[in-house]
C-alpha cells in the first residue's frame, strides 16, 4: 500500500491521513531497479517481461511511489496474458485509484500527477482493456486531473490520451470525457501551430484525430479541420492506420473545405498503403471516403479499397470480418452507386457487389457473430442494402 494514501474506514467513511497532493517521482533506488536488466523494462528500450516478473518486483518493494506503480502498469498491459481480473493486476489498480481520492472529488487526489503519467495511465487502461470499478475510478481522475493540467501537455501526451479515452468509448460515456476534450482543444490548437513537428507526427495527429471523431464532442470541428489542414504536409508519412483513422474522424464532420481537401489529397496517399492495410483499416478508408470524398476520387477510391477486400477473402487471407464492418463495408459500397444502375452492370462493380455482399451475408448469418448488434449497425446495413 503506499505509505501516503487516503484510507477507507468500515463505515464508509473518508479519512484524509496525509498532506494534500505530492509529486509522484520515483525514488533513485527505483529508478535504478527500472535501468536493471532482467526486470522488464530497460531505459530507451521497448522491451517487456512477463506480468507475473513485474509484480514480483513491485511486490519486493516496501513503499512503492506512484510514478513506479504507474511505470509497473504500464509494462504489465504490454503482456497479453495480463488482465484486471487478476489478484496482483486489481490490486495495483486499486492502490492507483486510491491516489485520485473519491469518485467524483478531484480534490480528494493525494498524488498531482503530471501530463506524462496521465497518458500513460490512460494508455495502459486501454492496452489492458481494463472496465472495472478501479479502472472507471481511475479514468475520472485522469479526466479531472487533465483538465487542470491542460496547457501542459505536449501533443504526444495529448494524442495518447485522446486515443485511450476515444477507445475506451464502450465502457467510459463519453459524457464523462468530454470536459477533457474539451479543456486539450485549445493546447492542441496552440501545439499546432509548432512548426518543429516531431518525428512521429504522423500518428500523433491521427490519435488526436481519431479520439475527437470517435467520442463525437460537440465542437470537434474546432479541432479536426485545423489539424486536416496541419497534417496536409505531414501525410506522405501517414500509415494505412494513420490515414484510415483521420479520415474516420473527419468524415464525422459535415462537408468542409480543409476536409475536402484533407481527402484530396490523402486519396493520392493511399494507393502507397494499400496492400499492407488491415482489414479493419480498408473498411474504415473505404466508409469514410464514400461518406465525404469528392465522388470521382470516393468512386475509385472506395472500389480499390473493397476489391482489396474481396480478394483477401477468395485467397483465404481475410478473416472473418464481424458485423458492424461488414455493414460499413456495405454502407461504402452503397456510398458510391448510389442506385446506378448503370455503374453495377458494369463488370467489375457487378462482381465486387457480389462479393462484398457475400462477405456481409457470411459475418450476418456466422452463430459466432455477435447477437447484440448496435442500431448503428443496422442502420448501415440497411443504407448499403438500400
Known amino acids: 500500500m503506499l505509505a501516503s494514501e487516503p484510507n477507507f474506514s468500515t463505515d464508509g467513511a473518508w479519512t484524509r491521513v496525509t498532506a494534500p497532493r505530492r509529486a509522484p517521482r520515483m525514488t ?47 509494462r504489465i498491459c504490454r503482456d497479453e496474458s495480463a488482465t484486471e481480473n487478476d489478484r496482483d493486476v486489481a490490486q495495483l ?27 500513460m495511465l490512460a494508455a495502459s487502461l486501454r492496452h489492458l482493456y481494463a472496465n472495472g470499478a478501479d479502472a472507471t475510478r481511475i479514468r475520472a481522475g485522469i479526466v479531472a486531473q487533465a483538465v ?30 468530454a470536459p477533457l476534450f474539451e479543456a486539450l482543444a485549445p493546447r492542441i490548437l ?16 491521427a490519435n488526436i484525430a481519431w479520439g ?55 486519396g493520392k496517399e493511399l494507393r502507397r498503403v494499400l496492400r499492407g492495410a488491415m482489414p479493419s483499416e480498408l473498411i474504415m478508408m473505404a466508409h469514410a471516403f464514400a461518406r465525404r470524398a469528392a465522388p470521382a476520387a470516393a468512386e475509385e477510391i472506395v472500389y480499390d479499397c473493397l476489391a482489396e477486400c474481396a480478394h483477401r477473402r477468395a485467397s483465404g487471407a481475410l478473416p472473418r470480418v464481424n458485423t458492424q464492418e461488414a455493414s460499413m463495408l456495405v454502407c461504402a459500397l452503397g456510398g458510391v452507386v448510389h442506385g446506378n444502375v448503370t455503374m453495377l452492370l458494369r463488370g467489375p462493380w457487378y462482381d465486387l457487389a457480389a462479393a462484398i455482399c ?9 452463430p459466432k457473430a455477435e447477437r447484440h448488434v448496435t442500431v448503428e449497425t443496422v442502420s448501415l446495413m440497411a443504407q448499403g442494402f438500400a
Not at 512477463?50 to 502498469?73: C, G, K, M, N, Y
Not at 485522446?162 to 465502457?171: D, E, I, L
Not at 457475400?358 to 456466422?366: H, K, M, S, V
Open 190 to 205: 496552440e501545439l499546432l501551430k509548432d512548426d518543429g513537428y516531431s518525428q512521429n507526427i504522423s500518428r500523433d495527429l
Open 28 to 74: 533513485k533506488e527505483e529508478e535504478a531497479l527500472m535501468s536493471q536488466n532482467g526486470t522488464g523494462y530497460k531505459a530507451g528500450s521497448n522491451s517487456s517481461n512477463s506480468a507475473r516478473e513485474l509484480l514480483r518486483i513491485l511486490a519486493s518493494q516496501r513503499d512503492p511511489s506512484p510514478a513506479f506503480r504507474a511505470t509497473i502498469l504500464n
Open 212 to 266: 475527437y471523431g470517435k467520442v463525437l464532442w460537440p465542437r470537434r470541428a474546432d479541432v479536426l479541420l485545423p489539424l486536416a489542414t496541419a497534417s496536409l504536409r505531414a501525410l506522405p508519412a501517414f500509415n494505412a492506420q494513420d490515414l484510415a483513422n483521420t479520415a474516420h474522424a473527419l468524415a464525422s464532420l459535415d462537408t468542409a473545405p480543409a476536409a475536402a481537401r484533407w481527402f484530396s489529397a490523402a
Open 358 to 366: 457475400r462477405i456481409a451475408d457470411a459475418a450476418c448469418l456466422d
Open 93 to 119: 489498480l486499486y492502490s492507483i485509484a486510491l491516489t485520485f481520492g473519491r469518485p467524483g472529488r478531484a480534490d480528494d487526489a493525494v498524488v498531482d500527477w503530471t501530463p506524462k503519467y496521465l497518458s
Open 148 to 177: 487542470e493540467r491542460a496547457g501542459d501537455f505536449d501533443l504526444r501526451g495529448c494524442a495518447m490520451i485522446c486515443a485511450a479515452f476515444g477507445r475506451c468509448k464502450p465502457v467510459f460515456d463519453a459524457s464523462r470525457s
